[in-house]
């Protein structure tokens, strides 16, 4: 029997390893996750219009063949959120798969430190958008597709026999990727590099011969790419994606240079240093709190098992002795592969560093295996024992894990914050009236925005005719409103998103306020809720027209469950909006039955405003004594 010392694990095991590290950091909440910000403009398009309605959206996304992806995907899936998280993970992780199998390629001795570098990738704490799966399961995808072209190039350099098979396919794949998505561009001027340092063996011509020949045809690719990618606008009327910086490059070059400098040193520090903020951040050293107590007990659980793990798949002296070849390679690539990720974004005038910080992860996607590389060969240059190595990468991989998973627990709240705004407003406004708008006084839902409220709106309901006609609209106030004196007096309303344009009037519009971190449900406002001196100061300003002749007491169908999910069980919110809408149509007996109905519940308001319905019932049916009481 083996003593636990000589105890080994299989190089077999690396891909269920960085599989189960996937389910860790991304999986275990996906059965309450749902849908977010850019993720609604695809699941309306496609609720309202089906496959027509998806290309027409992807179409003014400036990406027109994306719905070959798209489409199919939707096919299979269709509008459950679970099943595209499910999809997103599983595509993550085939890209930081195929890409250790690049790094084998290129680095046969060292797989096990190869695996370590796909770790990172997969993790890496650059890009914490992974829960808004419908927008980036094209862009995960397409990532796969970017890695499994490099390593079927690879392949066909060694293997000879089937060279023009493989690299027919490589170039085939290159050209879906390309086709698909602009965001893998730059990288794709790694290809050079790649065949070099797989090459490294071969005498210094035959090796330059042997890269420019292979290198010539996927580069020729490229080219005629950006040709086609540049004239966009010519081609199809419209381009959301403007190459700005390249344009500027030819009327200014050493001002635009000194931009571009300037970028890079900001977008580097970004990704390989800023990232790693979110990672440790202040709050997490308060121990008295005991979620704090378990996270730093998990990373130190996570970090064990990664050292016991890579120690048994290695041997460890085995490790010490070999060159520092493999790690300055390691951050030779690594710099250029980062520097290459982020031309794209450069491109069309976006950074990871000045951008909205709420949604620049996206831009850092391209460039995270060569952080992943960076770090991993700078760690093994400098530190000399590998058990300081491997504790050291062990903690940073845990770290992230961690960081992935905290951020997926904000957007599960999220998710929760949306479904409750989304019922309430059905029990409340079971049917709307088309071309209303609905005005708030913030973007009240968290990774979210106004234009995807708007579709999310839109799909609850199923009111439109086609999707390039939505009903709905949300306004937020001095954003796309008239002045507040045109805005009452009555003014036309008109806003295009994507290929969609609503219509409306400032007269039809509903007020409303969205606040349960205070414990209130929503509030459909009416022009007498003037005399309610707690609302924002703001909401006075469009609360005169708020016109509540918009709702229908009657459903037209029910919100798609596959979306929204069954209905909830009936709680204080359901009873107060039921009676709220009862109140507005004098249906005052409905509205005592509810209260009688909550209150053997024990489901009574928590706020003063939400008896109020409930008060001008018993006054209408007499029970002046209830409503005294209430």
């Known amino acids: 029997m083996k003593k636990l010392s000589e105890f080994s694990l299989s190089q077999k095991t690396i891909p269920w390893f960085l599989l189960g590290v996937a389910i860790l950091s991304f999986g275990l909440l996906i059965p309450w996750l749902g849908f ?65 199998l690049i790094l084998n390629q290129i680095w046969k001795e060292a797989q096990t430190k190869n695996t370590i570098v796909a770790l990172l990738f997969l993790i890496y704490p650059a890009f914490l958008l992974q829960p808004m799966s419908v927008m980036f399961a094209l862009h995960w995808a397409m990532y796969f597709v970017y890695m499994l072209s490099i390593w079927v190039m690879l392949r066909a350099v060694q293997n000879p026999r089937y060279f023009v098979v493989l690299i027919t396919l490589s170039l085939i794949l290159e050209m879906v990727h390309l086709l698909m998505l602009e965001y893998f561009v730059g990288v794709e001027l790694l290809r050079p590099f790649f065949l070099w340092m797989l090459l490294r063996q071969k005498p210094l011509k035959a090796r330059f011969v042997q ?64 990232s790693w903020y979110s990672t440790i951040e202040p709050s997490l050293f308060q121990f008295t709190r005991r979620s704090n107590l378990l996270i730093w007990f998990s990373v130190a659980f996570l970090t064990a098992v990664f050292w016991v793990y890579f120690t048994k798949l290695e041997n460890p002296k085995k490790a010490e002795t070999q060159s520092n070849e493999w790690a300055k390679g390691m951050i030779f690539l690594g710099i250029l592969s980062l520097l290459a990720g982020l031309l794209p974004g450069w491109a069309v005038g976006k950074t990871v560093h000045e951008t909205n910080p709420l949604w620049n992860d996206r831009f850092a996607m391209a460039s995270m295996f060569g952080a992943g590389m960076v770090w991993t060969g700078s760690i093994f240059l400098l ?47 079971p049917a709307l009236e088309k071309n209303t708008a609905l005005i708030a006084d913030s973007e009240f839902l968290s990774y979210m925005g106004v234009y995807p409220t708007s579709f999310a ?50 007269l039809d519009n509903l007020a409303m306020l969205f606040e349960p971190e205070k414990l209130q449900c929503l509030w459909i406002l009416r022009p007498e809720d003037q005399i309610n001196r707690s609302l924002p100061e703001i909401t006075y300003q469009y609360l005169p027209t708020s016109n509540l002749d918009r709702i229908q007491a009657e459903s037209l169908q029910a919100p798609p469950e596959a979306i929204f999910g069954k209905e909830p069980q009936p709680n204080r919110c359901y009873y107060y909006e039921k009676a709220d ?19 053997s519940l024990d489901l009574l308001p928590y706020s003063g405003v939400e008896y109020v319905p409930f008060i001008e019932a018993s006054a209408h049916t007499g029970d002046w004594e209830k409503a005294k009481t209430l």
């Open 36 to 100: 977010y910000q850019d993720d609604w403009h695809h699941i309306y398009y496609f609720s309202q219009g089906g496959a027509d309605g998806l290309r027409q959206f992807l179409f003014m996304d400036s990406r027109p063949f994306s719905f070959l992806v798209y489409e199919p995907l939707f096919n299979l899936l269709g509008l459950n959120p679970a099943g595209w998280h499910i999809t997103l993970l599983i595509f993550r992780f085939l890209a930081a798969y195929t890409f250790w």
């Open 211 to 274: 890269v420019f020949k292979i290198s010539a045809p996927f580069l020729l690719i490229l080219g005629v790419y950006i040709v086609f990618r540049l004239s966009f606008s010519d081609i199809f009327s419209y381009d959301r994606n403007a190459p700005v910086i390249l344009l500027q490059l030819l009327d200014a070059p050493f001002k635009t240079i000194g931009y571009l400098i300037q970028f890079m040193f900001q977008d580097f520090s970004e990704i390989l240093i800023t």
């Open 383 to 429: 530190f000399r024992k590998h058990s300081h190595i491997l504790l050291t990468l062990g903690l940073m991989v845990s770290l992230a894990m961690g960081a992935n998973l905290r951020k997926t627990i904000f957007y599960k709240h999220s998710w929760e914050k949306q479904e409750k705004f989304y019922w309430q407003l059905y029990w409340r406004a």
């Open 581 to 599: 809408l009862a109140r507005q149509f004098e249906d005052w007996e409905k509205v005592t039955a509810l209260w009688n109905e909550a209150e």
């Open 457 to 506: 709106i839109n799909t609850l309901y199923q009111n439109n005719k086609q999707a390039s006609d939505p009903s709905y609209w949300v306004y937020i106030w001095g954003v796309h409103l008239p002045t507040w004196d045109s805005f009452r007096a009555g003014e036309d309303l008109e806003f295009y998103k994507y290929a969609s344009k609503f219509e409306g009037n400032t």
